[in-house]
Structures are given as C-alpha cells and as structure tokens.
C-alpha cells in the first residue's frame, strides 16, 4: 500500500523568500505524484503533477516539483512566496489498486506568509 | 473547467439522524470519490465509486453508505449520524484518462462542513 509524508505541519515564511515544502512517499512501483493547495474554506485544486520523463515539473502560480527516486521525495518549490500563497498544501500518490485508482494524501503543510 | 457542485456548505445535524450528502460533477467522470478531512489526518478515503451502481470501500468506510445511480451523481450517507462524524467532507471526480490508472488527477468540490450534536 503507498504512503505518504509530510514532516512539516506548519511553515512560516516572509513574502519574497524561498519556499520548500517536504514530501516522502512510499509505493513499490512507479508512483504518479500531485501537489495539491486548499485556500481557507475551499476545496482542494492541483498546482501540477509527476507521471514520468523530466523529473522537474511546473506547476500553476509559479510553483514546481522535483520527483527524486534515490530518495522517494518529491518536493514543492517556489523561488518567491507572495502573501496569496498561505494555504494548506497536501502532497498525494496515485496508484493502482485492485485494479482502481487510490490516491493517497499525505497530512498536509500549513503555510503562513509574513510580510 | 470541471465543477464538482457539493450541494451544502455547512450542516448540522443530531446524533442518530440519517444524513445525505449529494455531489454532482458536470465533466462525465467515471471516478467519484468521497474524503473527510480532520486537522492533523488530512484527507482519509471513505468510499469511490468508479462506475453507476459500482462502489468501493476506501480506508474508513465504517459508519457511512454511499449511492451513486446517476454517472455525474455520488451520495454520502451517515446511517445514523454520531458526533465522532463531525467533520469536513470532500467529494471528487476524475476521468480514467488514456486508460491508465492511477495517473488522473482529482477534481474537487468545495465542501461540506458537518456538525453532529
């Protein structure tokens, strides 16, 4: 069965610094890779995802992704927060299972951007 | 664009009360997907459906039903609501995509906050 980690619970960063948030998973094949934001009181949209071929992925709002299969992380990035991005972000591992699609979520990174 | 429609924002029900929670999504996915969320657990799968009258159980599925009669419509249903229940629940939609699974990814609605008293 996959799995999914995020050691950070709650980030704080200043508007126009750097941000990484963390994310291990764990599945014994090819695993497909999403990177999800929920702004307060809404549902959860994509910012972008990792099927296969480059390992760095572009997402929306600026944001990307580097899958990393020696250490089973793919993490987020952006290169400078701007206040609209404090949000909840949840890394997710689709696979299949029994023959369905499973995504799996990991507990999610709050992100609080300081001026 | 998808729209994933949950069709209450907030509720509040008593213990022991039958609860529905109805999603309709507009994009003819054959997936549906029911989660609740709690802080510190992040979203847990109750139920998906992958097919009109298909159903399969998530990882907590224990207390709650589903339905799913219509392709673009997947019910929630709290049998009898107990307060351990309180909770937000997401509904999503994806399509199978070129046949490969595993790899669509989620569309979802915007929510429904239940309290159970």
């Known amino acids: 069965a996959q799995s999914v980690t995020q050691p950070d619970i709650h980030i704080t960063v200043s508007e126009g610094a750097s941000l990484e948030l963390r994310c291990n998973y764990s599945y014994g094949a090819t695993p497909y890779l999403f990177w999800y934001v929920q702004s307060p009181g809404q549902g959860l949209q994509l910012l972008l995802k990792?099927?296969?071929?480059?390992?760095l992925v572009q997402g929306i709002k600026g944001f990307e992704a580097e899958f990393k299969r020696s250490q089973s992380s793919f993490n987020l990035r952006k290169p400078s927060v701007h206040w609209s991005d404090a949000a909840e972000y949840f890394c997710?591992?689709?696979?299949?299972?029994?023959?369905?699609?499973?995504?799996?979520f990991g507990t999610g990174t709050k992100l609080q951007v300081i001026p | 664009d998808v729209k994933v429609t949950q069709s209450s924002r907030y509720l509040v029900k008593r213990t022991g009360e039958k609860v529905f929670l109805e999603c309709v999504q507009d994009m003819d996915h054959e997936n549906m997907f029911w989660y609740r969320q709690d802080p510190g657990l992040g979203l847990r799968l109750i139920y998906f459906s992958y097919d009109v009258k298909m159903k399969e159980k998530g990882d907590i599925p224990e207390g709650y039903s589903v339905s799913r009669e219509k392709k673009e419509r997947f019910s929630l249903i709290l049998e009898s609501a107990s307060t351990n229940q309180t909770s937000m629940y997401l509904c999503?939609?994806?399509?199978?995509?070129?046949?490969?699974?595993?790899?669509?990814?989620?569309?979802f609605g915007n929510g429904t906050r239940l309290t159970v008293t």
């Open positions: 990792y099927f296969s071929g480059d390992t």
């Open positions: 999503a939609s994806s399509s199978t995509g070129l046949g490969v699974l595993g790899n669509s990814p989620l569309h």
């Open positions: 997710a591992v689709g696979a299949r299972s029994g023959g369905y699609q499973k995504v799996t």
